[in-house]
């Protein structure tokens, strides 16, 4: 299996988990938290750091998006 495969495989259950109602009900730190709708959820802020943004944030976040 090449590596692009294998990234592709991790991002796609790295997705599935950050998504799950499970894995964020088992990680709250209390019944408040994540509840608010915001402009990046935490799944987008998750794939935003994986990607290792070597700009600005400013720039970054604009190639994100």
């Given at each position: 299996m090449?590596?692009?495969n294998n990234l592709k495989d991790?991002?796609?259950e790295m997705n599935t988990l950050l998504?799950?109602?499970e894995f964020i009900e088992q990680h709250?730190?209390?019944n408040s938290a994540f509840s608010r709708t915001r402009k990046l959820?935490?799944?987008d802020i998750i794939h935003f750091?994986?990607?290792l943004p070597?700009?600005?944030l400013s720039v970054s976040l604009?190639?994100?998006f």
């Amino acid at each position: 299996m090449s590596i692009r495969n294998n990234l592709k495989d991790f991002f796609q259950e790295m997705n599935t988990l950050l998504t799950s109602n499970e894995f964020i009900e088992q990680h709250r730190a209390n019944n408040s938290a994540f509840s608010r709708t915001r402009k990046l959820s935490f799944t987008d802020i998750i794939h935003f750091l994986l990607t290792l943004p070597q700009k600005s944030l400013s720039v970054s976040l604009g190639e994100f998006f």
